[in-house]
Structures are given as C-alpha cells and as structure tokens.
C-alpha cells in the first residue's frame, strides 16, 4: 500500500548537504525515518548546475511531519524568518535537543531558546506550557516571567515557573 503524501510539507534548500541533514535530523528525533530519494541526472544540467547521480531531494520526517531536503546550491541561504519550534515536556528534553541540534551550530545571541543549528537552520526550544506562562491572566505573572524569559538562551523551566509563582 502507497503512503499517502502529506498535503503540506515543509521543503529545505540546501547547497549540497541535503542528505547529510536529513540524516543529522532523524538521527536527534526518535520517531524518524529517511524517504524516497531522487538523484539529478543530465537533463537540465545547464540549469541545475548539479553532476550526474548526485541526490537532488531526500524526503524525511520527523515526529510525523514530512520534510523534503533539496540540494539546490548555494545561491539560498535560511534564514530566521523561516523557523521550527520544539515544544518539550521537561527540561531533560529541552537539554537533549539544546545539546544535539546546537552541536557544530551556534546559539544565538538571542534570547528565548534560539538556536541555529550546523546547516545554518533556525530552531526554537522551548517547554510545551510556555505560552500558558506568557499568557498568564495576571499581567505581573505573566511579566514576571517575560523579563526572566528574556534572560535566557537555553530557556530553563524552573526559572520560569520560579518567576510565574514568586
């Protein structure tokens, strides 16, 4: 039986890294495969620019979502515009993936659990009730815990439920 293709996938440019990502990603998240692959071939060569035999798009995916990585060249470069979330359920996998996804990347300078990882691939850690926090109905909570936020690259659960209940 056919797997029936996702109406919406979420489609990566990479310049040639597009099979090293998706097997950097589905190695991190534990409910993960590896797709079809397709390779280039010398039809289009004069637009593509790309050698014969060498993997054009790798689909994968990751928690149940589907993504296709594109070897497409370096002319397009990711940027924080375009971004993915992890929601975690304890500090023990915010750290897992801190730790993995920020592995030969950077964290960045910024606050709230942003990261960018060795593809130059923007990511977001955070705990799954953040926004609960954030939109706490007393507004000093809720400040409480935006400044303590704001303090943060790594975010650290405690902190901010410290933060909420002081």
């Not at 497409?72 to 924080?80: H, M, N």
């Not at 009730?129 to 109905?137: A, F, G, S």
């Not at 909570?141 to 303090?151: E, H, K």
Request: proline share 2%.
């Amino acid at each position: 039986m056919k797997k029936k293709l996702q109406k919406i996938a979420t489609n990566l440019w990479f310049d040639s890294q597009a099979e090293e990502a998706a097997t950097f990603y589905t190695c991190i998240f534990e409910n993960s495969k590896i797709g079809r692959i397709t390779y280039y071939g010398s039809i289009g060569q004069e637009i593509h620019g790309m050698s014969e035999g060498k993997v054009m798009t790798i689909e994968f995916e990751l928690e149940g979502q589907t993504f296709v990585a594109l070897n497409g060249g370096p002319q397009f470069q990711f940027t924080e515009a375009i971004s993915f979330i992890i929601h975690c359920r304890s500090q023990e996998e915010v750290d897992y993936y801190w730790d993995k996804l920020s592995e030969g990347g950077e964290e960045k300078a910024q606050a709230c659990g942003w990261l960018k990882d060795r593809f130059g691939v923007s990511w977001q850690i955070i705990p799954e009730h953040i926004t609960d926090m954030i939109n706490d109905p007393d507004p000093e909570r809720s400040a409480r815990v935006m400044t303590a936020l704001y303090q943060m690259k790594k975010i650290d659960i405690n902190t901010l439920k410290q933060a909420l209940n002081e």
